[in-house]
């Protein structure tokens, strides 16, 4: 039973379920329907996807993450950045709203679907690691500009085309002569209303009296009630008739259940695009569902979220919908409408469905800016250029990561900058961890410690060298280790003993034990012995298990004090003098 529950989590809360929870959840699953309606029409037209595609990727997969998922806020469904990435890895194998490009669509859905949930068998969850912060927030925030470029076309009412920021930015200089007044009012007034609600309207009711559910609920309901006034606008003023361009006839009725497309080649070609949609996916839902879940005092598994999220997107895939995940702004809807279970979201799902079955007729006199007002607001929350800023100033490496990343999204495309960026973030990290921080220590007076001499008034001895290495050893510093061992040694003529001390090494690997073993040998040949301290237990059962032991003519010290005392010439100890400019902790 407990290994179907940790399959099921439903099966954990469900037992436990009672009035009150469910009705928070209901209450929750209201305030995220009337956010989720229009945000799926946008973001299913920023997927160069049919409208009421958008709305069966919101229907299915919520119930499917309710099952399986062990986030109990976390909402499910089409977001921002993965309709951008579907539309870049589609585009080029069939033409924006075709039936060879929904059904390419579910394709990269299910496929999407299938790597998380073998990224789940193999527990391989910690290969999101490799996509740091500041990839993903240079990701986003680039993802977010050119998301907001790309709409500018429907807000001023003209063709333009262009995947990436330069071209996007020439289309609309080279159409700008084609501007659609009406259509222009449309978008701004919407633009400017939606940022008003979405920051005003809440703070106004509760002034003007309302209770704060009744305020949420009605704040929440800014781009209904936008949609709601452009449609009457439309219909009042005969704007299609003026140039306005409307979303059309959207097909009511049940989503269209089928296998997708089997494709073998059209996979293939779709594989590169749906391993990094999981990735990215996969990475953002964790650190929303972690975040939310942090509050509350409960738990996140990551390798279930795995299963969670593969089955929502075969969920998507099955039911016509495209690839999905869990979503920032709806996710804290959820939660800040209270939100005590996954079954919030599958009652947004029945709320979805019901739009879905009688009110899409509603949506025909739609104007197409009004959605791309909505995509435009929803994805500048997401750009955060201070972010770019406290990058730069913390660390110039990842602040390079986070650059290559924004500015090959804004000018190469989407999947070459994250490539980049992972790319660059993983030599980075083996060139800082090539050459660590290696540091001759001594003992702070009248204490057990060890500090650099660099940087503190520490005892040293003139016949003992302690240097500690801030580093695991591995193949790409242990060279790096080696010479500067040696280094220290030359120009110590009086140096009888060199103890390496451990405090910082994880790992030791093949590499660097040899590497070890070479410097054991060569201060041997001069007369000088080497010595560890500080070892950590799994390294020195890793050094066990080597023939380490049966060639190292050294000791190993269980602390660098006892190693001071032991091996230190005792008439002469000398207190060393820092460096001014590096005084200080380490």
Not at 78 to 103: D, K, N, Q, R, W
């Amino acid at each position: 039973m407990r290994r179907l529950a940790a399959l099921l989590p439903i099966l954990d809360w469900a037992p436990r379920y009672t009035r009150e929870e469910a009705g928070s959840d209901l209450f929750a699953a209201v305030i995220v329907t009337i956010m989720l309606v229009p945000q799926s029409l946008a973001y299913a037209m920023l997927a160069g996807l049919p409208p009421q595609v958008g709305l069966y990727a919101s229907i299915l997969p919520l119930v499917a993450y309710a099952l399986f998922g062990t986030s109990r806020t976390l909402a499910v469904g089409p977001v921002a950045v993965v309709s951008l990435m579907t539309a870049a890895a589609v585009t080029p194998l069939a033409a924006p709203g075709s039936p060879e490009y929904v059904a390419a669509a579910a394709a990269l859905a299910v496929l999407s679907g299938l790597v998380l949930l073998a990224m789940a068998v193999l527990r391989l969850g910690f290969l999101a690691n490799f996509l740091s912060h500041p990839v993903i927030s240079g990701f986003i925030t680039a993802s977010g500009i050119l998301i907001a470029f790309s709409q500018a076309k429907h807000i001023l009412g003209i063709r333009a085309e262009g995947d990436t920021l330069p071209h996007i930015v020439a289309g609309l200089a080279g159409a700008i002569g084609q501007v659609n007044l009406p259509t222009l009012a449309i978008g701004l007034a919407a633009t400017a209303f939606l940022f008003w609600a979405r920051r005003s309207l809440k703070p106004l009711l509760r002034r003007a009296g309302l209770g704060p559910r009744v305020a949420d609920l009605l704040a929440k309901a800014g781009p209904l009630l936008a949609i709601v006034i452009s449609i009457a606008a439309v219909s009042a003023f005969d704007l299609a008739a003026a140039g306005v361009r409307l979303v059309g006839e959207i097909p009511a009725g049940m989503p269209p259940f089928a296998i997708p497309t089997m494709d073998p080649a059209l996979w293939l070609e779709l594989l590169p695009a749906a391993v990094l949609i999981s990735l990215v996916g996969f990475v953002e839902s964790v650190s929303v569902a972690q975040t939310l879940a942090a509050k509350r005092r409960q738990r996140i598994v990551a390798n279930q979220e795995l299963v969670g999220l593969g089955t929502a997107n075969i969920a998507a895939a099955v039911s016509g919908g495209y690839p999905v995940t869990g979503g920032f702004a709806r996710s804290v809807v959820n939660f800040d409408a209270g939100a005590a279970t996954p079954l919030a979201g599958a009652m947004t799902a029945v709320g979805i469905l019901a739009a879905t079955l009688f009110l899409t007729p509603l949506f025909r006199l739609l104007p197409q800016a009004v959605l791309a007002a909505t995509i435009i607001v929803a994805v500048l929350s997401l750009v955060d250029l201070g972010a770019i800023r406290r990058t730069f100033a913390y660390s110039k490496s990842d602040f390079a990561a986070m650059a290559a990343t924004i500015l090959l999204v804004l000018l190469v495309g989407v999947e070459a900058g994250i490539v980049a960026g992972v790319a660059l973030s993983l030599l980075l990290f083996l060139w800082r961890t090539s050459t660590p921080h290696i540091a001759v220590v001594g003992q702070v007076p009248g204490s057990e410690h060890f500090r650099n001499v660099e940087r503190h008034a520490v005892v040293t001895a003139p016949d003992l060298l302690t240097i500690r290495v801030d580093e695991s050893l591995y193949f790409a510093n242990a060279r790096f280790l080696e010479d500067r061992i040696l280094s220290e040694v030359a120009s110590r003529p009086e140096l009888r003993n060199v103890v390496l001390m451990c405090s910082a090494v994880n790992m030791i690997d093949a590499s660097a034990l040899e590497s070890l073993e070479a410097i054991a040998d060569r201060l041997g040949s001069a007369g000088v012995g080497f010595h560890l301290s500080e070892v950590k237990g799994p390294v020195m059962d890793a050094l066990r298990r080597s023939d380490f032991f049966a060639h190292f003519k050294g000791q190993v010290f269980l602390s660098q004090y006892e190693a001071f005392r032991t091996l230190a010439a005792v008439p002469a100890p000398r207190l060393t003098t820092p460096r001014a400019d590096l005084v200080g902790a380490g």
